[in-house]
């Protein structure tokens, strides 16, 4: 599908049929990014038949739902983006158009009036406007002011016509883009009707894979090595902020405007230690920080961080403000993201179903995340509060009257 929404922002700018080059470079990159999306999606569409031939229930058949899912709602988001944008920008078009209909007219309507006047006197009353002029210089006045006023009426009707003409080709191209969102509603229906015809298998494949007793064993063993994936990712930002550090330095002799701002939301994150708002309205801590005892197998196992039962699409919100480090998939910890808030502060968000943010986005406190998602443990989300490379107990920084109310 072509989507044009940006030629018709350059088009409202410029008032001119042309574009520049790098309009073109960003329609081209939208494009692009939802090519993208759509070959990923058929790509686990593939993978997930392959594994389905194979083995039915299984927790990778799972991992593979989720992440057909998680992009299958990143494509949806992306064109009720792009439907809002062209309706936006549908309408404001409409507007002026509008506007320069009803100048153009009232203009139409002078200039017809005054030629209608001098038809039925014919030149007489201009003739009489002249002669009763009481100076020479007031009769050059008139006389001019005449003349200015035929010729500019006829120039402000040519440039009107002219401008009317081009927001009636926008108006075309408008029109097209109106059957163009009509396609893009119906693109986005299949898909939201996708979403939830993956969820419904996804709900049944979890029901079969809770069913054995040796899918809560392997998952163990996965979780392991995701705790393990989750520190070499930690480590990983670590060292990005070490360089982004190193070169921020080089340029500290010219000053350094965003290392206040740095510094603010790291005073601000330490500060707000033990009053922390939760990730989640409702719901209830079922797993604690440290060693636990797994539900099912009854083994002991430590716990990175706390796991808060809530319901399917609960709302994730950020605890503190900070930057998207980065938005991430492990198994056992599905969708996660990771907050920095600065001097080596960091929270990790994990088993969401869906997520509203960008990499790279600095958030409030509070802003939405997303929305909780369903493992084989049940409906949780899963919270890490990290200091460097040390994960410290959620529950030492967050509010201590426990899941409170926004």
Do not use: C
């Given at each position: ?33 939802l090519q993208k999306l759509r070959k990923e ?141 009509r396609l893009l509603i119906e693109a986005k ?218």
């Open positions: 599908m072509n989507y044009r929404i940006k030629i018709l922002l350059v088009f409202l700018i410029i008032s001119s049929g042309s574009f520049t080059a790098s309009a073109n470079d960003e329609i081209k990159k939208k494009q692009e990014e999606i058929d790509g686990w569409e593939k993978k997930l038949e392959h594994r389905e031939k194979r083995e039915r229930a299984t927790l990778e058949v799972l991992d593979t739902y989720d992440r057909q899912l998680t992009l299958i709602r990143k494509l949806t988001n992306r064109l009720i983006d792009e439907e809002t944008l062209l309706r936006r920008e549908i309408d404001n078009t409409q507007k002026n158009i509008s506007g320069l209909d009803n100048r153009l007219q009232f203009i139409k309507k002078q200039y017809s009036n005054y030629v209608l006047a001098a038809y039925k006197n014919g030149r007489t009353y201009d003739l009489e406007l002249l002669i009763s002029s009481k100076s020479f210089n007031q009769l050059y006045i008139r006389s001019e002011y005449l003349k200015r006023f035929s010729d500019q009426r006829r120039k402000d009707i040519v440039d009107i016509d002219k401008q009317f003409t081009e927001l009636e080709k926008q108006n075309e191209i408008l029109q097209k883009q109106l059957t163009e969102q229906n299949r898909e939201e009707q996708k979403i939830v015809q993956k969820s419904a298998e996804r709900k049944k494949i979890l029901r079969d894979i809770k069913r054995d007793k040796a899918n809560y064993k392997r998952e163990v063993i996965r979780k392991r090595q995701a705790v393990k994936d989750l520190e070499n990712l930690i480590a990983k930002l670590i060292e990005l902020d070490q360089q982004r550090k190193i070169a921020e330095s080089k340029l500290s002799r010219k000053g350094e405007p965003s290392e206040v701002n740095t510094k603010n939301i790291a005073s601000k994150f330490e500060a707000n230690r033990g009053k922390l708002p939760w990730p989640v309205t409702g719901g209830k801590i079922i797993s604690k920080f440290g060693n636990q005892q797994h539900p099912v197998l009854k083994t002991i196992s430590q716990n990175t961080g706390i796991d808060l039962e809530v319901p399917v699409g609960t709302n994730v919100h950020a605890v503190a403000e900070g930057e998207v480090s980065t938005i991430w998939w492990l198994p056992s910890f599905g969708n996660l993201v990771i907050l920095n808030h600065n001097n080596g502060y960091r929270t990790v968000y994990a088993h969401l179903s869906d997520i509203v943010i960008e990499e790279g986005e600095t958030i409030s406190s509070g802003a939405l995340i997303g929305k909780s998602g369903e493992t084989i443990n049940g409906s949780t989300v899963h919270f890490e509060l990290w200091k460097d490379r040390d994960k410290q107990d959620p529950e030492i920084w967050l509010h201590p009257r426990g899941l409170t109310k926004r």
